[in-house]
């Protein structure tokens, strides 16, 4: 799923992204914990009112409530760093790793980098963070190329201190910078491309200084399509705890919605699995609706109003132009 320029192409069908989470699930495995699939006895006890998912004012007026389903939680606060976040980052971290190592190859094989004296170097990330991704990423960079990748993080400045402590323990450097995600986040880019326009590019490049050849990328929390992958890993396994406790396929999975990484992976493995045998739900906080407004009208929103919700993780604008759009 790699792409001549270094970022990850997009996929264009249910298969191609299906095929990424595969991929994603063998670069991640032993780094990950898979995280149990939980039964809710008082969520289960709870009659569902069939009525309520219908489009049928018919069946609306009429359908009495249904047996209560059996609900699950699949616990990814048991994750490391308490988020499924590390299953994206570590995802793309891994991939672009190996592309800084294949093009540093590449590079020392021509005669012309061979005498500029260059070193063989490694990978810096830039990513922007309220937290949770920020935190990810310095533990999967911390725990594939701990050596080899160097990671920057832009935070607002209102960012939780405990969460910051936790990114600077793996190793990363954090940058307070704006009042909230997205100000950060467009700090955190403009980082990216001056750096690689003093080094000369996407290669880190350094030609003829004796400096090591590093490459440079910015990791998004959800923009990227090894992240969505690696999000949707986590479908995967729900796929697979299911066939294997109850020899079945859920019915319905909902899933939470920010910027649409998790939701967009999950969303996209289940369906090539299942098709409309499965039922996908986002969960979105109603005072910061702007995945959903944008989904309602055909196009990302910039002008949605909001307001402060407990579900920060969840909260924000939506990147130009995001591949889970």
């Not at 999967?140 to 405990?162: F, M, Q």
């Amino acid at each position: 799923m790699s792409s001549s320029e270094g970022k990850a192409a997009v996929p264009s069908s249910l298969e191609e992204w299906a095929q990424g989470v595969e991929e994603a699930a063998r670069h991640i495995q032993p780094h990950v914990r898979e995280t149990p699939l939980l039964h809710s006895s008082w969520l289960s006890s709870i009659p569902f009112d069939a009525s309520s998912s219908s489009s049928s004012s018919s069946s609306s007026s009429s359908s009495p409530a249904s047996s209560p389903p059996a609900v699950y939680f699949k616990c990814e606060q048991f994750q490391h760093t308490g988020s499924f976040k590390v299953r994206g980052a570590l995802n793309a971290v891994s991939h672009y790793l190996t592309q800084a190592s294949s093009s540093v190859s590449s590079s020392s094989s021509s005669s012309s980098s061979s005498a500029s004296g260059n070193k063989s170097g490694g990978l810096d990330i830039i990513a922007a963070s309220t937290g949770n991704h920020g935190m990810a990423t310095a533990f999967a960079a911390n725990a594939i190329g701990k050596d080899n990748v160097r990671v920057t993080v832009y935070v607002p400045e209102n960012a939780s201190k405990t969460k910051l402590d936790i990114i600077r323990s793996f190793g990363a450097e954090v940058v307070p910078h704006g009042d909230n995600c997205m100000d950060s986040e467009v700090r955190a880019r403009e980082h990216a491309q001056e750096a690689q326009g003093r080094r000369g590019g996407g290669d880190g490049g350094g030609e003829g200084t004796g400096e090591e050849v590093r490459q440079r990328v910015f990791v998004s929390p959800y923009n990227d399509p090894y992240v969505v992958c690696g999000q949707g890993t986590i479908m995967r396994e729900v796929f697979a705890q299911m066939e294997a406790a109850l020899q079945k396929m859920p019915d319905m999975i909902i899933a939470s919605v920010g910027g649409g990484g998790l939701l967009g992976g999950m969303a996209a493995y289940a369906k090539w699995r299942a098709g409309d045998a499965v039922h996908v739900v986002a969960a979105q906080p109603q005072n910061s609706p702007v995945m959903a407004r944008s989904v309602l009208e055909g196009h990302i929103r910039f002008d949605v109003q909001e307001q402060e919700t407990l579900s920060g993780g969840t909260a924000g604008a939506v990147e130009a132009g995001s591949v889970t759009f």
